[in-house]
């Protein structure tokens, strides 16, 4: 069956490079049956992406991707907002919800550590508390924030591997009741929880979240999962989306899921 890619990135974002009609024009070269874009909307000073988010510009990149797919592929308008829950009333005074297909939100800097996005936060402290309390700051989001989707959960093992740190621990095991909190407020607020495969790219060589995340989420009821690989640039562009099927399978998943106009649809993962 045709994979959606629910989180890609375009050059809309600083940190991306790829326009996204030439995007769209690739997922059909690829096979996709739709592609999720997402524009950064960061309001963290600390974050590289911050205060370079523009509507007007992304919304024509968006409608020119849409021409180019020839309703060959559904093209979905989205934004990856970084920690809504701290800054939401300053993210919808810049950006309309509601013109938006989906909201993802996005965790990159925990309070009082900094940045988890790169190995400076762990070099000269303790790597476990500031785990834990990346996930006790993921619980205040997922039970506060105006979102759709949780984006990359888990990422905080990006700098750890980065810094030569143990990624391999078992969150599950660390904190039962944390990680329980953060999925079963998912379920019940009917947010979706992302599949992020841009881990399996990296040093981690894991997915956002692990495969025994991902479990756990289905074992509670959890049925709103999103695909995507985070892509940026060449030549990662729609990585992994193949695996992350697979993994889905395994753990009982029949469909993913896009969102239009903020509501969800189900895609089978397999015909």
Same mark, same amino acid.
């Given at each position: 069956?045709?994979?959606?890619?629910?989180?890609?990135?375009?050059?809309?974002?600083?940190?991306?490079? !790829?326009?996204?009609? &030439?995007?769209?024009?690739?997922?059909?070269?690829?096979?996709?049956?739709?592609?999720?874009?997402?524009?950064?909307?960061?309001?963290?000073?600390?974050?590289?992406?911050? =205060?370079?988010?523009?509507?007007?510009?992304?919304?024509?990149?968006?409608?020119?991707?849409?021409?180019?797919?020839?309703?060959? &592929?559904?093209?979905?308008?989205?934004?990856?907002?970084?920690?809504?829950?701290?800054?939401?009333?300053?993210?919808?005074?810049?950006?309309?919800?509601?013109?938006?297909?989906? !909201?993802?939100?996005? $965790?990159?800097?925990?309070?009082?550590?900094?940045? !988890?996005?790169?190995?400076?936060?762990?070099?000269? /402290?303790?790597?476990?508390?500031?785990?834990?309390?990346?996930?006790?700051?993921?619980?205040?989001?997922?039970?506060?924030?105006?979102?759709?989707?949780?984006?990359?959960?888990? $990422?905080?093992?990006?700098?750890?591997?980065?810094?030569?740190? =143990?990624?391999?621990?078992?969150? !599950?095991?660390?904190?039962?009741?944390?990680?329980?909190?953060?999925? /079963?407020?998912?379920?019940?607020?009917?947010?979706?929880?992302? $599949?992020?495969?841009?881990?399996?790219?990296?040093?981690?060589?894991?997915?956002?979240?692990?495969?025994?995340? &991902?479990?756990?989420?289905?074992?509670?009821?959890?049925?709103?999962?999103?695909?995507?690989?985070?892509?940026?640039?060449?030549?990662?562009?729609?990585?992994?989306?193949?695996?992350?099927?697979?993994?889905?399978?395994?753990?009982?998943?029949?469909?993913?899921?896009?969102?239009?106009?903020?509501?969800?649809?189900?895609?089978?993962?397999?015909?």
């Amino acid at each position: 069956m045709p994979l959606p890619d629910m989180h890609v990135h375009t050059s809309d974002s600083p940190d991306a490079e !790829i326009p996204a009609r &030439i995007l769209v024009r690739r997922g059909r070269e690829e096979g996709l049956s739709a592609i999720g874009f997402v524009a950064h909307l960061d309001m963290n000073p600390e974050d590289s992406c911050y =205060d370079s988010f523009d509507p007007l510009g992304y919304e024509e990149s968006v409608e020119g991707a849409r021409r180019e797919s020839e309703n060959r &592929i559904t093209v979905m308008k989205g934004l990856e907002v970084g920690e809504p829950h701290r800054f939401q009333a300053r993210a919808k005074a810049l950006a309309d919800y509601s013109d938006y297909d989906f !909201i993802v939100g996005a $965790l990159h800097h925990v309070e009082g550590a900094g940045l !988890i996005l790169g190995d400076e936060v762990f070099r000269n /402290s303790e790597h476990l508390p500031i785990v834990e309390e990346y996930y006790r700051e993921t619980l205040r989001m997922v039970e506060t924030a105006d979102m759709d989707v949780l984006a990359h959960m888990g $990422l905080v093992r990006r700098g750890l591997a980065m810094a030569g740190l =143990d990624h391999a621990f078992d969150e !599950i095991s660390l904190w039962p009741d944390l990680l329980r909190g953060i999925l /079963s407020a998912l379920i019940q607020r009917e947010v979706a929880l992302e $599949l992020n495969t841009s881990g399996l790219r990296r040093k981690e060589k894991t997915t956002y979240p692990t495969p025994r995340v &991902i479990e756990l989420y289905r074992e509670m009821g959890g049925e709103r999962i999103t695909l995507g690989s985070d892509s940026h640039r060449d030549p990662h562009v729609f990585f992994g989306l193949a695996e992350g099927r697979m993994i889905l399978l395994e753990k009982g998943f029949e469909k993913t899921f896009i969102y239009r106009a903020r509501e969800p649809r189900p895609l089978p993962l397999f015909g």
